[in-house]
């Protein structure tokens, strides 16, 4: 499937209206790794760090997780690398934590939840991230921030192991940028200083999708109940949108959604200018958007919006159909 766009590979995803939207790739794996170049990605949108200690059967250990992070900066070179910290509990159980047998656990206590209340292995996960840039900068994400207090607290954390890094003699990265998920309805309404703080974000779709719905993406039964192109969703995220503009905070989007062309260029179509997606997606998303004109694409949501349709999946669908 990537012969196909093999033609397109090393082009810009500009649309035919010219505007540019960057595309990454999500990796968490070191087998990811060829795909950097495979896909024409533009860099790493999200590396989900838990994979590398979700396929273990022990925790692993820091010298362990400094080789790895290291292969994947060497692979990456040039080319930007967002490590989001350890994302564990709800659907990624680690085999030997202890099990917390909660009633929600979606809802429970997960990724910076646990990082803050034990912060032991992010803080031996942080030496390891600012051991392996070996000086280079580095580009840190938490995943599942609900209110800007987490944010402030985690960023903490990382100024923490700084300081320890450097008392033990290791150089630290020359530029250290520090972002969040945005995966809860919770924090595209924090304050605006909380915008400003933050160095970028990165809209989680797939939990803020089951959030914004109350519907499991767990759960067969409901989880194809509500499309993403439902009015209300886009319209959410069309605000969270403009709240970064208004204070220049950058935006992206890394929920599998970024990896669906019709999703994807409506994305495009409400602000969003940077999506990150697996590799494989990169071609057919390209190819969509470098044929779609976004101004009209927005029309056609706007209409839609307009007419009180509950999705716009239809009339984009015929958009695209009509524009070839
Ligand atoms: C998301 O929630 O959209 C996301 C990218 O994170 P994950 O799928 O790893 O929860
Ligand atoms: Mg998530």
């Not at 914004?212 to 069309?238: G, I, K, M, P, Q």
């Not at 669906?260 to 409400?270: D, G, H, Y």
Request: some cysteine; hydrophobic content about 40%; charged content about 25%.
């Amino acid at each position: 499937a990537q012969e196909r766009y093999a033609s397109i590979r090393g082009k810009p995803a500009i649309t035919t209206c010219g505007k540019r939207v960057e595309l990454h790739m999500n990796a968490g794996l070191l087998a990811d790794l060829p795909s950097l170049t495979n896909s024409g990605a533009e860099g790493v949108g999200l590396f989900r760090t838990e994979l590398q200690f979700l396929v273990r059967n022990k925790m692993p250990r820091r010298t362990e997780l400094v080789a790895v992070y290291k292969r994947v900066l060497a692979a990456a070179g040039e080319r930007p690398v967002v490590f989001r910290t350890l994302d564990i509990g709800s659907d990624k159980v680690l085999p030997y934590m202890k099990p917390t047998d909660e009633p929600n656990p979606a809802l429970g206590w997960r990724a910076i939840r646990v990082g803050l209340d034990r912060p032991g292995v992010m803080r031996m996960q942080l030496q390891a991230l600012l051991r392996a840039t070996e000086g280079r900068p580095l580009t840190l994400m938490f995943p599942f921030v609900a209110q800007y207090d987490e944010f402030r607290a985690a960023r903490a954390e990382v100024d923490k192991a700084v300081a320890i890094e450097r008392k033990l003699g290791h150089v630290v990265p020359e530029k250290i940028t520090v972002g969040t998920m945005l995966e809860t309805p919770s924090l595209a309404y924090a304050s605006k200083k909380f915008f400003e703080d933050v160095e970028f974000i990165s809209i989680g779709g797939n939990d803020l999708k089951q959030f914004f719905f109350a519907a499991d993406r767990e759960n067969e039964r409901v989880r194809r109940r509500y499309d993403t192109l439902n009015v209300s969703f886009l319209t959410f995220l069309e605000e969270i949108v403009k709240r970064c503009e208004s204070t220049g905070t950058p935006l992206s989007f890394c929920g599998e959604d970024a990896g669906r062309p019709i999703e994807a260029v409506c994305l495009a179509a409400i602000g969003l200018r940077r999506l990150s997606m697996r590799p494989a997606s990169i071609g057919p998303v390209k190819s969509l958007l470098m044929r779609t004109n976004l101004d009209a694409l927005y029309q056609v949501i706007c209409d839609a919006r307009e007419r009180g349709d509950q999705s716009v999946r239809e009339h984009v669908m015929e958009f695209m159909r009509w524009q070839g």
